[in-house]
């Protein structure tokens, strides 16, 4: 299983970014994808997920300005950032989770580093 996040970068302070998560080794379709973010000093929170169905759940700090879409075809998640805060920096995880039988698998991008200038 890999999880490769691109899109990561430095922008000024009400700028965009977009970030993109490719996964391979498993049934993409099948799996519930979140974006997770870690600032320093802080612990990693959720920032948004999409459910195998589309079902889409967001942190409220982001709602409104961010976007997760998925594109199975292409086996790849999307994170659309716009009116990018200071208070968004952080390193961006993409996180998968799917039902192997009776086994729950999680795995676990290698992180984006996103940093926001004032």
């Known amino acids: 299983v890999q999880l490769v996040e691109s899109g990561g970068g430095l922008v000024q302070s009400g700028g965009s970014l977009r970030l993109s998560c490719a996964a391979s080794g498993f049934t993409f379709s099948s799996a519930v994808m979140s974006w997770y973010r870690q600032a320093p000093g802080k612990e990693r929170e959720s920032v948004a997920t999409?459910?195998?169905?589309?079902?889409?759940a967001m942190h409220d700090s982001v709602k409104g300005r961010f976007t997760i879409s998925r594109d199975d075809a292409k086996n790849t998640m999307y994170l659309q950032m716009n009116g990018l805060k200071p208070d968004d920096t952080a390193v961006y995880y993409c996180?998968?989770?799917?039902?192997?039988?009776?086994?729950?698998?999680?795995?676990w991008g290698q992180g984006t580093q996103v940093t926001v200038s004032s």
């Open positions: 996180y998968a989770q799917y039902w192997a039988g009776f086994r729950i698998n999680r795995y």
């Open positions: 999409i459910g195998t169905g589309g079902s889409i």
